[in-house]
């Protein structure tokens, strides 16, 4: 089992940034992905971007440019760091670890970007 708790999470102006950090524990291997999803209200759960344990990213078209997936591996830790918040990337953001038929999912942290 894999345990993923986020925190970084919070309140910020239009403009501004956020860095978000996930704690993954338990039986954790090294050949995995992991990544950050978000839902907004009235929306679906999408991809925000991906990390590889190798470090190998994806991301999605309306954060390219301004959001950056980074991880410890030797912590097991990965990282977004949000630059340029838009009002439209307020949403609650989950971490995510994926390998083989392996899928665990945090509890959520709330992102909300004023305008």
């Not at 999470?9 to 090294?30: K, M, N, P, W, Y």
Request: proline residues 2%; charged residues 15%; contains cysteine.
């Amino acid at each position: 089992q894999v345990q993923l708790v986020e925190s970084g999470g919070g309140l910020v102006q239009a403009g501004g940034s956020l860095t978000l950090s996930c704690a993954a524990s338990g039986s954790i291997f090294r050949g995995n992905v992991m990544g950050w999803y978000r839902q907004a209200p009235g929306k679906q759960r999408e991809l925000v971007a991906t990390i590889t344990s190798g470090g190998n990213t994806n991301y999605a078209d309306s954060v390219k440019g301004r959001f950056t997936i980074s991880r410890d591996n030797a912590k097991n830790l990965v990282y977004l760091q949000m630059n340029s918040l838009k009002p439209e990337d307020t949403a609650v953001y989950y971490c995510n670890y994926h390998r083989v038929s392996d899928n665990y999912w945090g509890q959520g942290i709330q992102v909300t970007v004023s305008s």
